[in-house]
């Protein structure tokens, strides 16, 4: 159950040098790096609508709380788990051009900074769409 919401990530800008804004900037889907092989992915598809897909299984996010006036920015939500709800707290940041670091807090408090003492540090890709040419005769 921890590991799902390990990858429940994402409210990051992919504006201008590692600031999120917005929830605009960060639309699509990302990967999380390392877990490819899982289908491990986050799916923004607007302010309200964030999917996490773990195992083969698709689950939407909710109470979505994203506080960018803080450096990194302040993403919460809750997500269920059969009948469980789990509130995470999480902070975020853009790392890379396509890359987002996340570290989540699930059962203890967030700090203000990312932290190797805390939560389940993440990082995540911005997956690229297949682009299929076809040739006429």
Known sequence: MKTIFLLASVFV??????????INDIIGRWDIAGEQESGASLQIIDSSTILLTYNGETKKISNIKIDCSKSPCWFDFAATD???????????????????????????????????????LLYLKKARTAVITVRSN
């Open 82 to 120: 059969t009948s469980d709800v789990v509130q995470v707290k999480s902070i975020i940041e853009k790392v890379g051009e396509d890359v987002i670091k996340w570290q989540l807090f699930i059962d203890e408090e967030r700090t203000p900074y990312f932290t190797a003492k805390k939560g389940e």
């Open 13 to 22: 800008s992919i504006l201008a040098r590692g600031q999120l804004k917005k």
